[in-house]
T-cell receptor, first 114, second 114 residues
Framework: KAGVTQTPRYLIKTRGQQVTLSCSPISGHRSVSWYQQTPGQGLQFLFEYFSETQRNKGNFPGRFSGRQFSNSRSEMNVSTLELGDSALYLC?????????????FGSGTRLTVV | DQQVKQNSPSLSVQEGRISILNCDYTNSMFDYFLWYKKYPAEGPTFLISISSIKDKNEDGRFTVFLNKSAKHLSLHIVPSQPGDSAVYFCAASEPGGSQGNLIFGKGTKLSVKP
């Protein structure tokens, strides 16, 4: 079956712009999480969605937002981009979430802010 | 303040020998720990996990040891193979948490030399 698909793979944006990243989970998976990976901070949790509801949120400013659609696809949006937002953004999906269920990661979207 | 620490950014090991990757944590509330492996240009892949009620979990060449009193866990790979060369992330979860809301270390890059 198809894995977690993230689009686009690469993105270059200018400071002050906004960006929307997309994640299509594995078919049937209802839980989607987003992480930001940077060399300095490693992997940091952004938010988790389950059945269109945000279930958990990490410690990121309000410029970072997300949503999940009825088909479980998810988007995350970053407004007023800053240079420090340059990172690999990873999406992971799971059947229902919870530690007894595995999360599968996508390959990520590499965002560069110039 | 970093709650999950991987103090060795890199580790080099000869093929066939043991690789030991270490991870320390500060939050005594963590009750579930996971290891992920990440190849370049791919998302992290779940490797092995351990609950805080155990002190050891084995899966083939991979064994995770947990020392709760020292707040330390380690991943042993025996024997190491060149295909094991990747970045390894340690992650932890609090009670009631989900795999979608994990706290990751910054990773250790393992190089296995033929």
């Amino acid at each position: 079956k198809a894995g977690v698909t993230q689009t686009p793979r690469y993105l270059i944006k200018t400071r002050g712009q906004q960006v929307t990243l997309s994640c299509s989970p594995i078919s049937g998976h209802r839980s989607v999480s987003w992480y930001q990976q940077t060399p300095g901070q490693g992997l940091q949790f952004l938010f988790e969605y389950f059945s269109e509801t945000q279930r958990n949120k990490g410690n990121f400013p309000g410029r970072f937002s997300g949503r999940q659609f009825s088909n479980s696809r998810s988007e995350m949006n970053v407004s007023t981009l800053e240079l420090g937002d340059s990172a690999l953004y990873l999406c992971a999906s799971s059947l229902v979430g919870g530690l007894n269920y595995g999360y599968t990661f996508g390959s990520g979207t590499r965002l560069t802010v110039v | 303040d970093q709650q999950v620490k991987q103090n060795s950014p890199s580790l080099s090991v000869q093929e066939g020998r043991i690789s030991i990757l270490n991870c320390d944590y500060t939050n005594s509330m963590f009750d579930y720990f996971l290891w992920y492996k990440k190849y370049p240009a791919e998302g992290p892949t779940f490797l092995i996990s351990i609950s805080s009620i155990k002190d050891k979990n084995e899966d083939g060449r991979f064994t995770v040891f947990l020392n709760k009193s020292a707040k330390h866990l380690s991943l042993h790979i025996v024997p190491s193979q060149p295909g094991d060369s990747a970045v390894y992330f340690c992650a932890a979860s609090e009670p009631g948490g989900s795999q979608g809301n994990l706290i990751f270390g910054k990773g250790t890059k393992l190089s296995v030399k033929p």
